[in-house]
């Protein structure tokens, strides 16, 4: 038996429906504050997790983030986005065009590892290289995100039943 978005009750499409408005709501906010933090340049990556006290012309001074600061942040996404990308990769896969890209459902996870690990890797060992594999990541996660999320309500939204 093969289950379609498009053929669901109208009272759980609809629940669908609100949840994915809300999530991307959610999600972009918080690239809105990335923006805020980073001005989505490498170095404001560098300069929100290691700090930019040397720099006496910043606009505002930055400090490096201590081990606890930098655990509950990576801790807090990873929990909080693998859930998310769940419950979107589910529905998701409920898509006709989920068949042809099944990755797509997968990418958001492998970037969200890139991305905090990098996060990691760049405060613990100051390896400033590693700011384009969190930029990298975190677009390749962000696009498949939205990606899905327009597919998905592509067939909730849709009049077939």
């Known amino acids: ?19 994915i408005f ?9 690239l809105f504050f990335i923006n805020h933090t980073t001005h989505f340049k490498v170095k404001g990556i560098e300069q929100n997790y290691l700090g930019n006290e040397e720099d ?27 859930l998310l990308f769940l419950a979107v990769g589910l529905i998701f896969a409920l898509t006709p065009i989920a068949k042809r890209y099944k990755w797509l459902a997968i990418e958001p996870f492998v970037s969200l590892f890139l991305t905090f690990g990098s996060i990691y890797f760049l405060w613990k060992f100051e390896w400033k290289w590693i700011s384009y594999v969190t930029m990298i990541s975190g677009i390749a996660m962000s696009t498949s995100f939205y990606i899905m999320v327009y597919f998905s309500l592509q067939s909730l939204l849709s009049k077939k039943r």
């Open 1 to 19: 038996m093969e289950i379609s978005l498009s053929q669901m009750p109208k009272q759980i499409k609809n629940v669908l429906t609100a949840f």
């Open 56 to 82: 006496e012309t910043a606009d505002e001074m930055l400090f490096r983030k201590s081990e606890r600061e930098i655990l509950t942040t990576i801790h807090n996404h990873i929990t909080s986005m693998s």
């Open 22 to 30: 809300t999530a991307t709501i959610g999600f972009s906010i918080g």
